[in-house]
């Protein structure tokens, strides 16, 4: 009995053997493959996964390429739809017809009180800087200017030049361009000049006879703001004296042989215009000759020179519109002053900035600390007799 167990037990073994080895599915799990695989087959998983991987490597590259082609287009495509809405924009900002000088000038001309004031020092006069007829006093006076500013530009243009100049500015007001060439004496177009200079370019404008003391950015003070001022002038009289009206146009008068600008400034602009109304009804009434009496010198100054420039810059204070000043100012609130004061966007300098050493109306010299300028009067427009180079 227990024999028959054991020979059923064996048979039942054989039999599931022949099973497993004959009617196994053919995928069965060979006993080699759970064998570790050789270096070939290895190498060639590696180089399969290499493929793989720069396949997938060219894929992304060919995909980033191709998107950003698509951002450069687009790129391009608001370009072009930029330049077209700022040609439109620029078409509907153009002047209208009979637009006055004022609005003119402050069209090709803004005013940004913000920008920095610009490093160009303006001087005219007969002869060039490198011309051996030049005298060296002059020449050696507006040297100190280059001296002591070396990064500015320093230019010294001849009247040829200067004409030039103002015909390219202002190609687009044809009315500063007439009243410019109608103005009969050479010290009127210098004066003119000045003014058309700095509002179109701004920077420092300095009479030839002029020797400069100290450089242009120490003469703001430290607690003020250059953003905050887009125009310095100087005192150039205070005269304390009932008889004043015999010597001086103004009671205070600012100097306008040294100025120092932003473009587009108001008071620019302004006196600019009223000289190109002054001359131009000057001219269609034929009275642009001056008299040769002794009311010649007042009307010079009345026209082009330190009367108008006075009474342009006082306009400016009483015009809250443009200064946003709303107190009443006169030139009691400039007689006797020592130290710089700004109102509004100007910086008024005290008598010694610019007329250091004259030895009258509290000027101190020129080796006070507030001396930026020293003015030698050689008068060029004067007759050769009346003139006092190398004093």
Not at 21 to 30: D, E
Not at 116 to 123: G, L
Not at 256 to 284: C, F, M, N, Y
Not at 295 to 310: H, N, V, Y
Request: proline residues 6%.
């Amino acid at each position: 009995m227990r024999l028959t167990f054991i020979k059923a037990l064996s048979l039942a073994l054989t039999a599931l053997t022949i099973i497993f080895f004959f009617v196994a599915p053919k995928n069965r799990i060979s006993p080699a493959g759970l064998l570790p695989a050789t270096e070939a087959e290895i190498n060639a998983q590696i180089r399969q996964a290499r493929g793989e991987m720069e396949s997938a490597l060219e894929d992304y590259q060919r995909t980033t390429e191709e998107k950003l082609d698509d951002h450069n287009r687009r790129l391009e495509a608001l370009e072009t739809e930029r330049r077209y809405l700022e040609k439109q924009l620029s078409q509907l900002k153009r002047l209208p017809t009979g637009a006055s000088i004022r609005e003119q000038l402050s069209f090709q001309f803004p005013y940004d009180v913000k920008r920095k004031f610009p490093a160009y020092i303006w001087q005219t006069w007969k002869q060039n800087l490198d011309d051996p007829k030049l005298d060296p006093v002059l020449k050696e006076r507006s040297m100190s200017w280059r001296q002591k500013n070396g990064w500015f530009v320093h230019e010294v243009l001849s009247d040829d030049t200067a004409h030039a100049l103002i015909q390219h500015l202002y190609m687009n007001v044809p009315d500063v361009i007439e009243a410019y060439n109608a103005l009969p004496l050479t010290i009127l177009k210098a004066d003119f000049f000045r003014y058309l200079i700095l509002l179109a370019r701004g920077g420092v404008y300095s009479d030839f006879d002029t020797e400069n003391l100290k450089p242009i950015p120490n003469w703001i003070p430290n607690d003020v703001d250059a953003q905050s001022i887009g125009l310095i002038v100087g005192i150039e009289a205070d005269p304390d004296r009932p008889d004043w009206k015999e010597w001086y146009a103004r009671r205070i008068q600012f100097c306008q042989w040294t100025i120092q600008a932003k473009p587009g400034h108001p008071v620019l602009r302004e006196i600019v215009s009223r000289i190109t109304e002054i001359t131009l009804d000057k001219k269609k009434n034929k009275k642009l000759a001056l008299p040769d009496s002794k009311s010649r010198g007042s009307e010079i100054m009345d026209w082009t020179g330190p009367g108008i420039w006075t009474d342009s810059v006082f306009e400016y204070f009483g015009d809250s519109v443009k200064s946003g000043i709303y107190d009443t100012i006169t030139w009691k609130d400039f007689s006797g002053l020592v130290v710089p004061k700004k109102l509004s966007d100007v910086l008024v300098l005290p008598i010694t900035s610019f007329s250091p050493g004259v030895g009258t109306m509290g000027a101190q010299d020129e080796n006070h600390p507030l001396a930026f300028v020293k003015h030698h009067f050689e008068g060029s427009w004067k007759p050769e007799s009346e003139r006092h180079i190398g004093n």
